[in-house]
Antibody
Framework: EVQLVESGGGLVQPGGSLRLSCAAS????????MNWVRQAPGKGLEWLSF????????YYADSVKGRFTISRDNAKNSLYLQMSSLTDEDTAMYYC???????????WGQGTLVTVSS | DIQMTQSPSSLSASVGDRVTITCRAS??????LSWYQQKPGKAPELLIY???SLQSGVPSRFSGSGSGTDFTLTISGLQPEDFATYYC?????????FGQGTRVEIK
């Protein structure tokens, strides 16, 4: 069974940094592209970033480009999102998602909540 | 960037109704279009990929159609567990944008 477990969320001050992790199990992590998606309270889904299995191709949403960095460690079956220069607009639930057929997000974690506040 | 526009933003329907949600892309996304269902407090779940392919385990009352810029999600015979918010997403090009969502409520 595919499992994705996010961690690393919490309360951070504006201008601060945070590193999110996503631990994967139940599938061959090194063979799949991965995504990060977030959802602000009461709002819709916002795609943030994509990374291929080998990390050769990476994409970002304009809203996080230059502030967030996606990475992965296939030996540790883990996906990461390094976030910096955080503002209150980054307050959201952050999900990792495994890419599947048709480049869709076939499996999602339960999310980790990031709150940016002073 | 490709903009995805869903309509309606919300709808009220009764159990057993046929429900149709549309998603329009600002430019062609070929068939790189997915549909997701999200219930309150839960992560989204994939329903349809490649515009019309049903994800394994998803009931057959869900169907998707369309190609290019215009897409439809249809629920044939709404069930109590289908009251949720539905999102489309294009994965043709980055950024892989979502629609704003359609909330399906009980009439």
């Amino acid at each position: 069974e595919v499992q994705l477990v996010e961690s690393g969320g919490g309360l951070v001050q504006p201008g601060g940094s945070l590193r999110l992790s996503c631990a994967a199990s139940g599938f061959t992590f090194s063979s799949y592209s991965m995504n990060w998606v977030r959802q602000a309270p009461g709002k819709g889904l916002e795609w943030l970033s994509f990374i291929t299995s080998s990390s050769h191709i990476i994409y970002y949403a304009d809203s996080v480009k230059g502030r967030f960095t996606i990475s992965r460690d296939n030996a540790k079956n883990s996906l990461y999102l390094q976030m910096s220069s955080l503002t209150d607009e980054d307050t959201a639930m952050y999900y990792c998602a495994k890419e599947t057929y048709g480049s869709s997000c076939g499996n999602w974690g339960q999310g980790t909540l990031v709150t940016v506040s002073s | 960037d490709i903009q995805m526009t869903q309509s309606p933003s919300s709808l009220s329907a009764s159990v057993g109704d046929r429900v149709t949600i549309t998603c329009r892309a600002s430019q062609s996304v070929n068939n790189f279009l997915s549909w997701y269902q999200q219930k309150p407090g839960k992560a989204p779940e994939l329903l349809i990929y490649a515009a019309s392919s049903l994800q394994s385990g998803v009931p057959s009352r869900f169907s998707g159609s369309g190609s290019g810029t215009d897409f439809t999600l249809t629920i044939s015979g709404l069930q109590p567990e289908d009251f949720a918010t539905y999102y489309c997403q294009q994965s043709y090009s980055a950024p892989r944008t979502f629609g704003q969502g359609t909330r399906v409520e009980i009439k």
